[in-house]
């Protein structure tokens, strides 16, 4: 990889200059959601075909929903719905580190989006169930349906209205689960923005290089009481290998952060993330987004993977993506897998919003 000085100077600079988001108000709550989802027999390891297995269940989900901090009377019926991935929780969107810079939810807020962030089922204070049985793709998807349909309902805590625009933005396993969304419930929701994702991605082993294993194990203190398959990444190096780009692309404080707080993912979950589902009755806006240095889903060069995206929205009103998104920064420059904790996360902001107000939203 080739030394990056100049553009990290210049983030620098614009770093400086950038003012410290505000605070929103926000309100936590817990949503009891029953679910009904048909699951894969993960019973020989891997997922058959299709699946086959219903399960259902009511559980307590973590919701937190925050107004803007800015009024833009065009956004006051549009909502922002922030989905995680793997081993994140509410902080992803939401960072405790240095938020003024990195925390989505207010560069959101700034720009007159209420956002709903969110413990996905399985994460942080969310109910926990089985990781394997239970915590698979298809629930994950029938738990985010809920949520949304609530949201357009007006039955949000804290919100007091109810929304019409759906703006959806996943990270990695919560792109892999909003892309299953918009597969199985088209209607749900116009627009889809998917980071850290493709459904194309690099042969590079990266549970390895994270080395994954029993959350309990890993990290008893905090982690101790789940499930052996409830996983986490070994420790903070290999959390940056797997995840972050090079040297010099993130304040080693906002990984020591992100290590301090990581949580886990459910085995099943990993084993049913679905790489080759096609949305087919998608009719809104979808981009996908990706750092340069994301070693799993940004092929050299310049994420030319990419470009493949468009076949799996074959009836988007438009599928961008790097240049197509005609903005510079579209692919993330000096940026890993966990964009939002490196030092160009406001450039991904940056380009998200840019691109939402060119569409309109
Ligand atoms: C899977 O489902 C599809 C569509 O319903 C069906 O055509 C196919 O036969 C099924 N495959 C298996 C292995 O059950
Ligand atoms: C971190 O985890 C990796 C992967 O499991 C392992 O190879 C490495 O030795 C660990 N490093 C430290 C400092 O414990």
């Given at each position: 990889m080739q030394p990056r000085l100049f553009s990290l100077a210049a983030l620098a600079i614009l770093g400086h200059a950038s003012p410290t988001l505000r605070a929103p108000k926000c309100t936590d709550s817990i949503a009891s959601l029953t679910i009904s989802a048909t699951n894969f027999d993960l019973s020989s390891g891997t997922p058959p075909l299709n699946a086959t297995i219903p399960v259902s269940g009511t559980f307590d989900v973590h919701l937190r929903f925050c107004e803007p901090t800015v009024s833009v009377p065009s956004r006051a019926g549009t909502l922002q719905i922030l989905v995680h991935g793997a081993t994140y929780g509410a902080d992803y969107m939401d960072a405790g580190f240095e938020p003024g810079i990195?925390?989505?939810?207010?560069?959101?807020?700034?720009?007159?989006?209420?956002?709903?962030?969110?413990?996905?089922?399985?994460?942080?204070?969310?109910?926990?169930?089985?990781?394997?049985?239970?915590?698979?793709?298809?629930?994950?998807?029938?738990?985010?349906?809920?949520?949304?349909?609530?949201?357009?309902?007006?039955r949000i805590s804290g919100a007091r209205r109810s929304f019409h625009t759906i703006v959806a933005v996943g990270h990695s396993l919560g792109s892999f689960v909003l892309n299953g969304l918009v597969a199985a419930e088209p209607q749900l929701v116009n627009v889809v923005v998917l980071t850290g994702y493709s459904h194309t991605f690099a042969d590079i082993d990266i549970p390895a290089l994270a080395g994954f294993g029993p959350a309990n194990l890993i990290g008893p203190a905090r982690l101790g009481g789940l499930a052996s398959s409830y996983l986490t990444t070994a420790n903070a190096s290999a959390r940056a290998a797997a995840f972050y780009g090079p040297e010099g692309s993130f304040d080693p404080a906002a990984l020591a952060f992100d290590e301090s707080e990581k949580i886990t993912v459910a085995l099943g979950e990993f084993l049913t993330a679905a790489t080759s589902i096609v949305a087919s009755k998608f009719t809104g806006y979808v981009l996908t987004v990706n750092g340069e240095d994301d070693l799993l889903y940004c092929i050299e060069p310049?994420?030319?993977?990419?470009?493949?995206?468009?076949?799996?929205?074959?009836?988007?009103?438009?599928?961008?993506?790097?240049?197509?998104?005609?903005?510079?920064?579209?692919?993330?420059?000096n940026a890993g897998h966990s964009v939002n904790f490196h030092l160009a996360a406001p450039d991904l902001y940056a380009n998200i919003h840019a691109w939402l107000s060119k569409h309109g939203y």
């Amino acid at each position: 990889m080739q030394p990056r000085l100049f553009s990290l100077a210049a983030l620098a600079i614009l770093g400086h200059a950038s003012p410290t988001l505000r605070a929103p108000k926000c309100t936590d709550s817990i949503a009891s959601l029953t679910i009904s989802a048909t699951n894969f027999d993960l019973s020989s390891g891997t997922p058959p075909l299709n699946a086959t297995i219903p399960v259902s269940g009511t559980f307590d989900v973590h919701l937190r929903f925050c107004e803007p901090t800015v009024s833009v009377p065009s956004r006051a019926g549009t909502l922002q719905i922030l989905v995680h991935g793997a081993t994140y929780g509410a902080d992803y969107m939401d960072a405790g580190f240095e938020p003024g810079i990195y925390s989505y939810v207010r560069y959101a807020a700034a720009h007159g989006y209420a956002t709903l962030n969110m413990d996905r089922i399985g994460y942080g204070a969310s109910d926990h169930p089985d990781p394997i049985g239970t915590m698979q793709t298809p629930f994950d998807v029938a738990a985010l349906a809920d949520i949304v349909r609530l949201a357009r309902a007006g039955r949000i805590s804290g919100a007091r209205r109810s929304f019409h625009t759906i703006v959806a933005v996943g990270h990695s396993l919560g792109s892999f689960v909003l892309n299953g969304l918009v597969a199985a419930e088209p209607q749900l929701v116009n627009v889809v923005v998917l980071t850290g994702y493709s459904h194309t991605f690099a042969d590079i082993d990266i549970p390895a290089l994270a080395g994954f294993g029993p959350a309990n194990l890993i990290g008893p203190a905090r982690l101790g009481g789940l499930a052996s398959s409830y996983l986490t990444t070994a420790n903070a190096s290999a959390r940056a290998a797997a995840f972050y780009g090079p040297e010099g692309s993130f304040d080693p404080a906002a990984l020591a952060f992100d290590e301090s707080e990581k949580i886990t993912v459910a085995l099943g979950e990993f084993l049913t993330a679905a790489t080759s589902i096609v949305a087919s009755k998608f009719t809104g806006y979808v981009l996908t987004v990706n750092g340069e240095d994301d070693l799993l889903y940004c092929i050299e060069p310049a994420c030319a993977n990419l470009k493949g995206e468009a076949q799996y929205y074959p009836s988007a009103k438009s599928v961008d993506y790097g240049e197509l998104a005609s903005l510079t920064v579209a692919v993330i420059k000096n940026a890993g897998h966990s964009v939002n904790f490196h030092l160009a996360a406001p450039d991904l902001y940056a380009n998200i919003h840019a691109w939402l107000s060119k569409h309109g939203y």
